[in-house]
């Protein structure tokens, strides 16, 4: 993917191949199979189950998440027990290139987490929303962390004004943790959805909660009356939960929007500065479909892995396969389905011929 920056490939030589671009697109290939099963699958995307592939999903950003914390403590223990007052940061060029790595594929996952919440809730798949909203406002939770600790006194953040050089190592774009009034933002507009869901589903529940004598008669003379009310009271039962869950998604997709938006503008700002940069210094222009790489290359987390790479190379095949599987998987699933209703239609046609025959 494109790079924001030049950098010596030393720079890069303690990040983990977890996050190298095979990795990462066998990542991406997952989810895209998940959101293929989620929406078009007949069964899959209504049987609400928790399979291996999302787990395989959920996994890597969890895992960067926890990675991020770690390493971000080491380094905050590098500075405290730096000589002087001062800290050189020029010991620090591969730290921070192993911090920034699982911080892309953190900030990555909030506007994905987003779109497969929205997913899961309209097709009322409670546990799948669940799963992906814990790991999402993990993510969150480690931008917050990044945001309100003494990071930011390293002065490795990415600065667009400065000349980023092996004399002065930062990161080599923007994240969402730079920005407090992003922070604020995407806290707030969470924050405003979960209390909106919550009152406006408590006010149904309560609003058209049938009373207890209603519904199971007391009289032994209606007992029979009693057993003939239970069915239409499950089925209104179950039409108000569908009805809520309804409502809770058209909450989220009011709110979270909004909140995916927000999640990126780091990027799309680091790529509209790439770009000015290069208009300024090469006096070339850029296409569409240029600006559109160099703005997806800020969801690749920067590695000295390369797709030639072995172990990379069987990541990309591996999640190509998955991908395929699940395209498979939905169009043999049509196809059963089309077969199925042509063998019925064809069992009434004989059905119907022998009726005419026998008359």
């Given amino acids: 993917m494109q790079e924001t920056s030049h950098q010596p490939p030393e720079r890069y030589a303690i990040v983990s191949s977890l996050y190298g671009p095979g990795t990462i697109t066998c990542w991406y290939l997952t989810i895209l199979s998940i959101l293929v099963s989620w929406t078009l699958h007949p069964r899959k995307r209504i049987s609400g189950s928790i399979d291996v592939d999302l787990i395989a999903m959920l996994t890597l950003p969890s895992v960067a998440a926890g990675h991020l914390i770690s390493q971000v403590s080491m380094l905050m223990r590098k500075h405290d027990n730096s000589l002087g007052s001062d800290i050189d940061v020029n010991q620090f060029p591969q730290s921070i290139a192993a911090i920034e790595a699982p911080f892309r594929v953190v900030e990555s996952f909030m506007p994905i987490s987003a779109i497969l919440f929205l997913v899961a809730m309209w097709m009322f798949c409670l546990r799948r929303a669940i799963s992906v909203a814990m790991v999402g406002l993990l993510c969150l939770a480690t931008e917050c962390y990044i945001h309100f600790s003494n990071l930011k006194e390293l002065g490795i953040r990415y600065d667009p004004t400065k000349a980023q050089s092996d004399d002065k190592p930062a990161f080599s774009r923007s994240f969402v943790a730079d920005f407090t009034g992003l922070v604020i933002a ?32 007391q009289e032994n003379g209606r007992a029979e009356q009693g057993r003939l009310l239970v069915n239409p009271g499950t089925l209104r039962e179950a039409s108000e939960a569908e009805r809520e869950l309804r409502l809770s998604s058209w909450i989220s997709l009011f709110f979270l929007v909004p ?67 699940s395209i498979y998987s939905v169009a043999s699933s049509y196809y059963g389905i089309q077969s199925n209703e042509r063998r019925m239609r064809l069992e009434e046609d004989r059905i119907e011929l022998d009726r005419l025959n026998q008359d």
């Fill in 259 to 325: 909140s995916a938006l927000l999640s990126i503008v780091p990027s799309a700002f680091n790529s509209t500065v790439f770009v000015s940069s290069y208009l300024t210094n090469t006096g070339r222009t850029t296409t569409f479909w240029s600006r559109l790489k160099i703005f997806a290359g800020h969801f690749y987390p920067q590695s000295s892995n390369s797709f030639s790479d072995l172990d990379q190379a069987v990541s990309t095949a591996a999640g190509a396969t998955i991908l395929g599987f």
């Fill in 186 to 217: 995407i806290l707030v507009t969470l924050a405003i959805c979960a209390i909106t869901a919550s009152m406006t589903v408590t006010y149904m529940l309560h609003s058209q909660r049938v009373p207890q004598d209603q519904r199971v008669p």
